[in-house]
């Protein structure tokens, strides 16, 4: 589904007014009166944009099953997330639990959310499905927890996806096929968690890695800090193997 969207500008009662498209779920409603939340010629309206798109319910769903709380005062969990250090130019590394919107689209009129990070929260779980509504993510950060299960095929969905980084967590099964759909990958770090098995041959769809991170012989090891190179995708996207 698509965020809410601009579709429209007229004059109320001598106001400034913008009508509005909840994109993928048809119909429209429009700014007029200012009611339920809506606001008349407040161009800050765009910030409000995440609130009427599933990517709000997905995250709190997210985070109700990690056992994460946002944190007060950065960002609004509750109404409007994309506020405070999500659109601020706040460094997200600098705090465990962040997120960061981008606000550019539809001409600076629709907000999503890209970036995700829940460090070191001693959450517990597994990889929600309601992820993949989230699916102008191009950054994941949820090292050192808790987490358990097996990586999902559903991940293969987010293919905006630049940066994953799932270390030092209690993972397991064997990697799926389809984190080979993640061809703008340029950093992939599962390491430190129970995955068993070899390294699918469609990793080497991914030609943009370029962290040197890896253990040798392709078999994914629980105590190694696995990544991989961009020479290791080409040489598995050709047959080959690394001794």
């Known amino acids: 589904m698509g965020g809410l969207r601009r579709v429209g500008r007229r004059v109320v009662a001598g106001t400034v007014c913008y009508d509005w498209k909840i994109g993928g779920m048809g119909g429209s409603t429009t700014a007029e009166g200012g009611g339920n939340g809506w606001e008349c010629g407040c161009w800050s309206f765009r910030i409000y944009i995440v609130s009427f798109n599933i ?74 499905v309601e992820l993949t509504s989230l699916q102008y993510l191009t950054h994941i950060v949820i090292d050192q927890n808790y987490m358990y299960g097996t990586l999902p095929a559903f991940i293969g969905n987010l293919t905006r996806l630049t940066y994953l980084s799932m270390g030092h967590n209690e993972f397991s099964g064997s990697l799926p096929k389809e984190l080979g759909n993640l061809k703008e990958l340029n950093f992939l ?19 943009k890695l370029d962290q040197p991170w890896q253990n040798g012989r392709g078999v994914v090891q629980h105590s190694v800090m696995l990544g991989i190179t961009k020479g290791r995708a080409d040489l598995m996207k050709k047959g080959g193997r690394r001794e």
């Open 55 to 128: 990517e709000l319910k997905a995250l709190n769903s997210i985070f109700q099953k990690w056992g994460v709380l946002a944190p007060p005062g950065l960002w609004n969990i509750s109404g409007e997330p994309c506020t405070g250090t999500a659109v601020n130019g706040t460094k997200w590394e600098d705090h465990a639990v962040s997120i960061v919107c981008n606000c550019s689209y539809n001409n600076n009129s629709t907000c999503h959310i890209t970036h995700l990070r829940v460090f070191a929260q001693d959450s517990t779980g597994v990889i929600p």
């Open 189 to 207: 770090a599962i390491g430190s968690n129970n995955f068993s098995g070899t390294l699918p041959p469609e990793l080497g769809n991914l030609a």
